[in-house]
C-alpha cells in the first residue's frame, strides 16, 4: 500500500474526526439558521455569496480547531508551505480591496453584500486561517526550545 508523505498518526486521525463532525454540525446550523433568516425576508446576500461564505465560515473552524489541536499538517509536512500560501492569497486580495474601496465601492448595497463584501468575507476567513497558523508555529517553536 503506497503510503502519503503526509501521513497522519493515530491521534491525528481521531482528532481530525472529531473535529469534522464538529464542522458537519456547524455547517448544518449556519445552514438552518440561514433558511431561517430568508425566509423571514432577510436576505443577505445572493444564494451562491451566501453557500459560499457559510462553506468557508465551516471551513474556517475546521481549519482553526485542527490547527489549535495538532491535527491540521501530517508528521512529515511543511506548515509553512501554507501559511506562505495563505499570506500570498491574503497579499493579493488586499490590492484588489484596496483599489476597490478607492473607488469609492462599499461593502453592502441594499441591505445585501457586494462583489467586494463577499470578497472580504472570504480573506477574513482565510487570514483567520493563517494567523491561527503562524501562531500555532511559534508557539510550537517555542516549546520545542523550552524542552530542549
Known amino acids: 500500500m503506497l503510503k502519503s508523505k503526509n501521513e497522519y498518526d493515530e491521534r491525528q486521525l481521531q482528532v481530525r474526526g472529531d473535529i469534522f463532525k ?22 443577505w446576500a445572493g444564494a451562491l455569496e451566501q453557500n459560499i461564505l457559510i462553506i ?25 508551505h501554507v501559511v506562505i500560501a495563505f499570506g500570498g492569497l491574503i497579499f493579493s486580495q488586499l490590492f484588489f480591496l484596496f483599489s476597490h474601496l478607492k473607488d469609492g465601492e462599499t461593502f453592502t448595497e441594499n441591505n445585501m453584500l457586494t462583489r ?28 520545542e526550545k523550552e524542552n530542549s
Request: glycine share 12%; hydrophobic share 50%; net charge positive.
Open 22 to 43: 464538529h464542522g458537519f454540525l456547524a455547517t448544518m446550523c449556519f445552514l438552518l439558521m440561514n433558511g431561517v433568516l430568508n425566509s423571514n425576508g432577510f436576505v
Open 56 to 80: 468557508m465560515l465551516a471551513s474556517t473552524i475546521i481549519s482553526v480547531e485542527s490547527i489549535l489541536r495538532g491535527a491540521y499538517f501530517g508528521r512529515t509536512h511543511k506548515p509553512w
Open 116 to 143: 467586494l463584501g463577499f470578497t472580504t468575507g472570504i480573506l477574513i476567513f482565510v487570514g483567520i486561517i493563517a494567523v491561527t497558523g503562524v501562531i500555532k508555529l511559534i508557539y510550537n517553536k517555542k516549546q
